[in-house]
């Protein structure tokens, strides 16, 4: 769990402020070491697991808010 949240804050820091973003548009931002680090935890980092892990925060409302057509804000406050 830990290392997820690391990942979730690392997207948060990718998504501008005031913007959102698709996971598909921030898998390639993310840093490599993050991607091999997932492997580790056995879980790939691909779309669809970027996707459930982002969704699972948004239903605890932590770090991100839903938006059209896929797309994840930063939650503010």
């Known amino acids: 769990m830990e290392f997820w949240d690391r990942v ?3 997207i948060f ?3 501008p402020a ?3 973003l698709t996971p ?9 070491v993050t ?3 997932a492997t580790l935890h ?3 980092l691909n779309l ?3 996707k459930k892990k982002m969704d699972v925060r948004v239903s605890h409302n932590r770090y991100f808010e839903p938006r059209d057509e896929g797309r994840y804000a930063r939650k503010v406050g």
């Open 8 to 10: 979730m804050q690392e």
């Open 42 to 44: 056995k879980e790939p």
């Open 13 to 15: 820091e990718i998504i």
């Open 24 to 32: 598909a548009e921030i898998l390639p931002e993310l840093r490599g």
């Open 35 to 37: 991607i091999r680090g």
């Open 48 to 50: 669809a697991t970027l």
């Open 18 to 20: 005031g913007g959102a």
